[in-house]
Every structure is written in C-alpha cells, then in structure tokens.
C-alpha cells in the first residue's frame, strides 16, 4: 500500500512538473530564431503534405506571404502573439479544413477535476450573426437573453471581434458566407482562442429599449437554477411492482436505442437527426451533422415511410451542417439518385503512398493511436500500397465510394428541395454539388461555405510547432464529386437566395423555409395525398 501510494505522488509529481513546463514554454518569449524556424518548420509540412497547395494561391504567392511573415519578426514575442501573425498567412492556402490553435496554459489533474465540477454560464449561449451585428439565439441557463444584441463582449465592440477573427479561419477557395456563420456559430470557442482562459466575460446587452450588462461566470454545475431554498417533498416514494420495473426499463431501453439512432446530444437537448412531416405532402429531414453514431437505421425508416406515404415533397435541410462521414453522405445519396452514379471522383489525390501512417504517426497525434498504429503498421501499410497509384507523377487513393453505384429500390421520387447557408460545409457540400450537378433538388438559402469542386479533408495531419507549440490542423486527400463547375473556389450557388435578418429571427420566422413552402403551394403538379399527418423521429 505504500508502495502505491508513493508511485501515484511520483507520478503527480512528474504531471506537474510536466505541466508546469509546458506552461512555461507557452507564456513565454521565443526568440526570433526559434519563430522563424516554426515559420520553416509549418510551410514545410504544408508542402510536404498538403495535396493541393497551390490550388487557390501560386507558389510564388505562398513563398511570398511566409517569407514576409517571418521578416515582420523583429523581436521575442510569445506563443499568442506569433499565432496571430501566423493564422493570417496560412489563412492564404485557402482550404477551410485548414486550421491554426495557439497553445494554451494546462491544468494539474486535480485543477481539471475541479473544473469538471462547473460550467462556464458564456459556453451555455449560441451566437449568431446577422445584420452587421451579434445576436443571442439560444441560451440553456437564461433564456431571457434570447434575442438580444450583444454590444460588448468584455470592454470590446463584438463586431471588432469578429472583423479579427475573420482573418484567422480559413473558407474554401474565395467563398465568403463562411466566415460570418462559422464565427457566430462558434463565437464563444474563438474567444476563449483569443483570450485564453477566464473566470468570468461581462456582456453587454441591448434587448428592445433595454441596455444592462451581465456578468458570467464559471457555476457548479448542479447548483439550482435560484437560490431560494425549497421545501422537501414529503410524498411518500411509490414502490414499484415488479411489471412496472420492466416496463420501466423497456422504455429506458427504447430511448438509449432512439438516441443513438438519431444522435443525441444530451448538452443541447437535441438530435443530430431528425425526420417529420409537416403536412401530409410534405416532410422535412434536419441533418445537423454527419459525424455522429449509426447512421443507416434511420435513414432506411425514413425513406421507407415516404415510399409507403407516397410523399410527394421532401425538405432536405442542411443548414449549418459543418459536414463528417463520406460513409454517411454516399448512403443518403443512394436514396435521392434516380440512376447508378458516382458519388465521388476515383482519383483522392495525397503525397503519400501510406497516408493513413502520415497522420497516425504525426506530432500532435495521441500517443494512444501511435502506439496501436505502429502494432498495426503491416496491415496499415499494406492497406494503403494497395489503395494507392502513381499516374503522371501524382499519386491518387481509391476510396470505395468512387464504384458506380444503385440507388435504394425505395428511392425518393418526389421532389426535392435542399435548405443550404455559409455553414454548409465539407460533406453536406459534396452531397449537395452531386444533387446540384443532376438536377435533382431545388437549393434555397445562401452560397455553401464549402467548395463545388471538392475539398482536401478526409484523414488530416496535426503538428504542433516545435518552439512556439502552436497547432495545425490540414487535410490529406483531395475529395471531389465528378462535377466540375467553373470558376473554382466557390460553394453551392442556391436556386433562390434568401438570407435571413434578426427581424426574421425576434418574429419566429424562416424565410428560406416559408418560401418553399409557398413554392409548394404553388405547384400545380401535386397530385394526390399522403395520410401522414405531423409524424416522424
């Protein structure tokens, strides 16, 4: 027992030394030297790595850009300061799976333990913006706070903000409308980038005629929601008879089976997944991501119930949906193609015969999947040999979804229309090019902030620089569509632009979703009726 009890001091020991090292290096000023080697040291893992790095700036633009940033070093700063001169310039690849973190400062175990014990009250709300201004949409503490303009965040005018942040997040190609739904949508997790950990951020506020200030801190997570002391509850506690235990846990049973089909996310309250109708013509899928969980059950049930209902109108909405699977996208593909197809071009193009080793075994990869890669290397290795080809030069991964494929015998047959803005990203881009490029949707809303003509994710590299322990993130394959549009570097172009405003927003309204439903109306072709009636997931 005192042998394990000295071990586990040892090794908090050696945690905090670690830390505190870390943490050393983090906050303090690097020489010019070692700055100018991260310099090198980043360009040349993009160069090395990245398939198609001069797809949207020249080399001689890149060459430029990276030797000027290291001529602008003209004295020790610290790891921040040298990320904010540094997303900027990466910024430039022009890939939006592209990404640059400044370290930092770490947590002891037992600090981590007792932070798990709070929530931060300013992660709880979501942002939006819109009409040159920042917005709250949703609060899960307060929702008194919804719909209000946020004036300042701290000292700062928010849109100060976000005009710098803009800067320091990549869009695919020349794509714009990314920029502003990417930062709304992920203002709180750009500001803890920027300024690092807080105890506390006073926001500012202006609701109708009101202007007031609150102040949010990091609570305990199961302190009530007021202060006021209840009563106990006197009732006496049922005991359940032994049919209503099973019951009990049938119905639990059911609902861990029914999140994880649709993809629960407990912090939000809200499916990743969902599937309903709002008239007996016409049902809409809300598809948030395509990251998450089992996928296939409930896109089978889904489709199944529009064949048996004969449903003439399907709503695909893909809104803010930052992307995930190709797994996934291929498969809901297979039940809106009308003929076989090809749902992603047969050429990946990657610089590396063994991709899937480039990223396993990078720096900033987890020791955990090094160790179980380095086991499995001979398969890994194997795999990947027999994956790939050289064809003039530039080598090319086949992935299965490239086959030309059939659609699902129950196909939707109706039609379809697809929801779209700036936060349509990566996957929901290429199914939606692949939709466009047939023919077979009607796309309402804003330009996709992902590409037409594909993008470079798939498997990614993270490298931590050596000196400034700034991290990067970029994909490793090129991942088209067969379809090309011209010119390049822009996203899905919508059949009926429609951008909604914060009037839209304080009045409950969805323009982009009122108009299809007039559209609807209006379309004389509708014949017969289904008998669903506000049913789904």
């Known amino acids: 027992m005192r042998h394990l009890l000295l071990l586990v001091s040892l090794i908090l020991i050696v945690s905090c030394k670690s830390v505190e090292k870390y943490n050393a290096q983090v906050?303090?000023?690097?020489?010019?030297?070692?700055?100018?080697?991260?310099?090198?040291?980043?360009?040349?893992?993009?160069?090395?790595?990245?398939?198609?790095?001069?797809?949207?700036?020249?080399?001689?633009?890149?060459?430029?850009?990276?030797?000027?940033?290291?001529?602008?070093?003209?004295?020790?700063?610290?790891?921040?300061?040298?990320?904010?001169?540094?997303?900027?310039?990466v910024?430039?690849?022009?890939?939006?799976?592209?990404?640059?973190?400044?370290?930092?400062?770490?947590?002891t175990k037992p600090e981590r333990k007792e932070l798990n014990k709070k929530k931060f009250e300013f992660y709880e709300l979501d942002f939006e913006c819109l009409d040159d201004a920042l917005w709250v949409t949703g609060a899960r503490t307060d929702s008194a706070l919804i719909g209000s303009q946020v004036l300042k965040v701290n000292t700062e005018n928010p849109m100060d903000l976000i005009k710098k942040y803009?800067?320091?997040?990549?869009?695919?190609?020349?794509?714009?409308?990314?920029?502003?739904?990417?930062?709304?949508?992920?203002?709180?997790?750009?500001?803890?980038?920027?300024?690092?950990?807080?105890?506390?951020?006073?926001?500012?506020?202006?609701?109708?005629?009101?202007?007031?200030?609150?102040?949010?801190?990091?609570?305990?997570?199961?302190?009530?929601?007021?202060?006021?002391q209840k009563p106990q509850d006197s009732t006496v506690v049922k005991t359940l008879t032994k049919d209503e235990r099973n019951a009990k846990k049938i119905a639990e049973r059911e609902k861990r089976k029914r999140h994880k089909k649709l993809g629960y996310i407990s912090s939000r309250k809200e499916y990743i997944r969902n599937f309903n109708y709002l008239n007996d013509a016409v049902a809409i899928m809300k598809i948030r991501g395509f990251e998450d969980g089992p996928y296939k059950e409930f896109y089978s049930e889904s489709f199944q119930k529009l064949d048996s209902l004969n449903t003439p109108y399907l709503i695909l909405d893909l809104r803010d949906n930052g992307g995930g699977r190709i797994g996934e996208i291929d498969y809901l593909f297979s039940y809106l193609a009308q003929e076989p197809y090809q749902f992603i071009n047969n050429k990946s193009e990657v610089t590396s015969r063994v991709p899937f080793m480039t990223f396993a075994m990078a720096n900033g990869s987890p020791t955990g999947l090094k160790i179980v890669s380095?086991?499995?290397?001979?398969?890994?290795?194997?795999?990947?040999?027999?994956?790939?080809?050289k064809v003039n030069d530039t080598l090319y991964y086949k992935f299965k979804y490239s086959k030309i494929r059939q659609p699902k015998e129950n196909n939707f047959k109706g039609q379809v229309y697809v929801l779209i803005n700036g936060n349509s990203f990566s996957a929901s881009s290429i199914i939606s090019t692949n939709l466009k490029a047939l023919n077979l949707a009607t796309f309402v809303g804003e330009e996709t902030g992902g590409a037409y003509n594909g993008t470079v994710a798939g498997i990614y590299k993270y490298y931590t620089l050596p000196n400034s322990l700034v991290k990067i993130r970029f994909g490793l394959m090129q991942i088209e569509s067969p379809y090309k549009t011209e010119p390049d570097g822009f996203g899905i172009k919508p059949d009926v632009y429609i951008v909604p405003t914060h009037e839209d927003r304080?009045?409950?309204?969805?323009?982009?979703?009122?108009?299809?439903?007039?559209d609807i109306e209006k379309d004389?072709?509708?014949?017969?009726?289904?008998?669903a009636n506000q049913i789904g997931y």
């Open 524 to 531: 004389k072709s509708y014949s017969g009726s289904g008998k």
């Open 166 to 228: 803009e800067h320091q997040i990549a869009s695919d190609g020349y794509n714009t409308t990314l920029y502003s739904r990417a930062i709304g949508k992920n203002f709180a997790r750009l500001y803890y980038r920027d300024k690092g950990f807080l105890d506390s951020v006073a926001l500012t506020f202006k609701l109708r005629d009101s202007v007031f200030t609150r102040v949010l801190k990091r609570v305990d997570k199961n302190k009530p929601a007021d202060s006021v």
């Open 374 to 389: 380095a086991i499995l290397s001979p398969i890994i290795v194997t795999h990947n040999l027999l994956k790939t080809q």
């Open 91 to 107: 910024r430039e690849v022009r890939q939006g799976h592209i990404s640059v973190a400044p370290p930092k400062e770490k947590f």
């Open 506 to 518: 304080l009045n409950g309204k969805d323009p982009e979703l009122e108009w299809i439903l007039m």
């Open 27 to 89: 906050t303090s000023l690097h020489s010019i030297y070692d700055l100018q080697e991260d310099v090198d040291a980043i360009y040349g893992q993009l160069k090395r790595h990245h398939p198609r790095l001069y797809q949207y700036s020249s080399k001689e633009t890149l060459d430029f850009k990276f030797d000027s940033l290291k001529n602008t070093i003209v004295k020790p700063i610290t790891s921040q300061e040298f990320y904010e001169k540094l997303a900027p310039v």
